[in-house]
């Protein structure tokens, strides 16, 4: 299937696999890939070397294009970007408007930037600069997420700009394929329903949580960090929604010390990181146990996707993980897709004769 999205990155179908953290590795970026759709691999929770040699293990399991993921306001975004222009990545996504210069710098280069959004004013902004495409996630889709609903959010987008737009939040199948095609995007973008297959590196006992897991199950909180956050309901999570200030910030603390020595930061650099969080435009209105884990945000996610510690971890979902049963490959969910797209294009094909007029 042919789209704006497919031709302006060079894949054979218009999916793409998001860049989660912790879980948009190597294996699964390379397995999306070669399927014919887009992976993109989360670099935000690596360091550069890392980075770098995530991005050469990719290439080593795979000759088709694919994508890596940026956090436009980190402070080395600029060293990222030129290990992207360095190994010839082909797209680069970010999570945050990406500024004027970094966007003329990949395309200079050759790179396709294709920036996240959640609302139209952000998608005007950055087509304006420049990107290639944006990504609009709708209400629906897990992690920092806004509030209006894809099938809102997604041709006000279309309408006001002129670049493609891939739609996601709420999307698994192909039905929903074809409903994105018909309010105007180039394609779909999908992160729950990549998390749950088996090319993912989560651990089974995870999967089984997320398989397990019902549409009511999953909860929008800004308990964790003071931003709306779509995840399944947790230990964690349900303690900090009944705690108030004193104890969350007591809890944090203590949860704090645990993930201090996974990430190797010292107390010192993790209250520098919190009063610059304080200082920033988000970050005013943030209790002090909101700010303590905000920053421990991905090491919250990697005890869930990572070590399988569902109970101290927080884990991220899209609503759409109520209707997902299964852990096929990338090659059978991308094929299952493309095969129902179509099936579901013929089945809405009216005959000429039967027109009215």
């Known amino acids: 299937m042919e789209t704006a999205l497919t031709r302006l990155v060079g894949v054979r179908h218009p999916i793409v696999q998001t860049g989660m953290g912790w879980v948009a590795g190597p294996r699964l970026v390379s397995a999306t890939a070669n399927a014919g759709a887009l992976g993109i691999l989360a670099s935000a929770t690596m360091t ?23 956090r436009a306001d980190a402070g080395d975004a600029g060293d990222r970007v030129r290990i992207i222009i360095d190994e010839g990545v082909r797209v680069a996504s970010f999570a945050l408007a990406p500024s004027r210069e970094l966007i003329a710098e990949l395309k200079e280069a050759g790179v396709v930037v294709v920036p996240s959004v959640g609302a139209r004013r952000h998608a005007e902004k950055v087509a304006a600069w420049g990107a290639d495409a944006v990504i609009v996630q709708g209400g629906e889709g897990g992690g920092h997420t806004g509030e209006v609903a894809t099938t809102v959010l997604l041709p006000q987008v279309v309408d006001a700009v002129d670049i493609p737009v891939v739609a996601a939040g709420g999307f698994c199948d ?184």
């Open 174 to 357: 192909g039905r929903g394929l074809v409903a994105a095609l018909a309010y105007g995007a180039a394609g779909i973008a999908m992160g729950t329903r990549f998390l749950l297959t088996s090319d993912s590196t989560v651990p089974d006992a995870v999967k089984a949580r997320y398989l397990a897991a019902t549409v009511r199950d999953v909860t929008v909180t800004t308990a964790v960090d003071g931003l709306p956050h779509r995840m399944l309901r947790t230990e964690l999570v349900g303690s900090l929604e009944k705690s108030g200030r004193t104890r969350a910030l007591v809890q944090a603390v203590r949860r704090a010390a645990g993930f201090r020595k996974i990430s190797g930061l010292s107390w010192p650099q993790m209250v520098r990181e919190g009063l610059a969080m304080k200082r920033g435009r988000h970050g005013r209105h943030l209790s002090w146990s909101q700010v303590l884990l905000a920053a421990n945000t991905p090491m919250l996610l990697k005890s869930s996707m990572v070590d399988g510690r569902t109970d101290v971890g927080v884990m991220a979902s899209g609503q759409v993980v109520g209707v997902i049963g299964d852990l096929p490959s990338c090659q059978e969910l991308i094929d299952r897709v493309m095969a129902e797209a179509g099936e579901t294009l013929k089945s809405l094909a009216v005959p000429d004769d039967s027109m009215p007029g």
């Open 48 to 70: 550069l070397d890392r980075l770098r040699d995530a991005v050469r293990e990719v290439k080593s399991r795979t000759d088709e294009p694919f994508g890596v993921n940026l």
